[in-house]
């Protein structure tokens, strides 16, 4: 598997729990909250605008898949997802 990165910060292959073509998906390091994971693209970006097509569909289909079962899991009645937009990679959910 190839090197991911989100941010500064290297994510090993061991904590990724789910990968496309074009995204990762991971539980953070320190979650606020039960069920906090980061969607990522695989291509490193500084921009939410930076975001090919493919990549923008293949992220959100990635993020729908994990909220389904962020849902199933904890037995949440609603989600909270956001854009981390800062000037490194950011994630989503």
């Known amino acids: 598997m190839a090197t991911l990165r989100f941010g500064q910060h290297i994510i090993k292959s061991s904590v990724v729990f789910l990968r496309t073509e074009l995204s990762f998906a991971l539980v953070n390091r320190k979650p606020v909250v039960p069920g906090h994971v980061l969607v990522c693209p695989i291509r490193p970006i500084e921009r939410f605008r ?44």
């Open 50 to 93: 930076d975001l090919q097509p493919d990549e923008l569909t293949d992220l959100f289909q990635t993020s729908q898949k994990v909220a389904k079962v962020v849902e199933q899991h904890f037995k949440a009645r609603s989600l909270t997802i956001v854009i981390q937009h800062k000037l490194q990679p950011y994630g989503l959910i």
